[in-house]
């Protein structure tokens, strides 16, 4: 990175791509206080691997796929680093290429899983279908914990989950993300879309049927690897 410092380019990149453990990401934290050329570095990075914000959210699954393409681009390479324009080029049409593909995706199993997010969505099929489960919503956030109310109707056999939700409250320095909660797998966050107070999230994939809950918690601008903010609210599915 730097002959002033012990912290590598490539350390700095994991920081901002969320790819190194908390104790790591504490200690550089505070070397970032003082150090104006890690500083420097991690803005830049920061601006090259947020060039995706311009286009839809892709799925946690699609994401770790980008992330690995990225990756094996970045070790190839002999004896340096990878430079920052050729990186930022190979990333934005990875990630747009993967894109892409998302959005002509069907029902492909394994991890991979398609997600809507759009208020057409309420009147989804899945609510009248008979092999569909209801489950209600239920509130946490002392801030709008009354106005909070939804709905998930979750479809096992079709392999389908709808939730609707209204009464949240935008905060502008904050996402509301969506957390599918397994007792064997990695945790994953969706980013859910507010319009009028309202969320509609749609999803179809594989191990519906292993999820135990749904939370939905608030979370930095841009998202969170873990859950981190207060609960807006959560739904039990083993009732």
């Given at each position: 990175?730097t ?5 590598k380019?490539e ?5 901002v ?6 104790f ?5 934290r505070l070397h ?10 991690v803005?830049e990075w ?9 286009v839809?959210q ?6 770790r796929?980008?992330?690995?393409s990225i ?5 190839h390479?002999?004896n340096k680093w ?27 199993g ?16 899945i609510a ?5 489960s ?14 909070i109310e ?11 989950m ?7 409250t ?5 996402d ?11 945790l994953?966050?969706e980013?859910l ?7 509609v ?13 749904i939370?939905?918690?608030l979370?930095?601008k ?15 599915l083993?009732?």
């Amino acid at each position: 990175m730097t002959n002033k410092c012990e912290w590598k380019e490539e350390e700095l990149f994991d920081f901002v791509a969320g790819k190194i453990d908390r104790f790591k990401s504490k200690q550089l934290r505070l070397h970032l206080k003082s150090c104006h050329d890690c500083q420097s570095t991690v803005s830049e990075w920061k601006a090259i691997l947020h060039c995706e914000q311009n286009v839809t959210q892709p799925s946690p699954g699609l994401k770790r796929r980008i992330d690995k393409s990225i990756d094996k681009f970045a070790k190839h390479k002999v004896n340096k680093w990878v430079s920052k324009p050729a990186y930022a080029i190979a990333g934005c049409f990875l990630f747009i290429f993967a894109l892409l593909g998302l959005l002509q995706m069907k029902s492909t199993g394994g991890e991979e899983y398609f997600v809507q997010q759009q208020e057409e969505l309420s009147h989804h099929p899945i609510a009248r279908d008979a092999n569909t489960s209801q489950f209600k919503v239920i509130p946490t956030s002392n801030f709008n914990k009354n106005e909070i109310e939804g709905t998930v109707w979750l479809n096992d056999k079709n392999n389908e989950m709808l939730l609707k939700a209204e009464g949240l409250t935008p905060i502008v320095e904050k996402d509301y993300q969506l957390w599918m909660i397994h007792p064997k797998r990695d945790l994953n966050g969706e980013l859910l879309t507010i319009k009028n107070g309202m969320i509609v999230f749609y999803y179809k994939g594989e191990g519906l049927d292993e999820v135990r809950f749904i939370e939905v918690s608030l979370e930095p601008k841009g998202g969170s690897p873990l859950p981190t903010g207060p609960k807006a609210f959560y739904v039990d599915l083993q009732q």
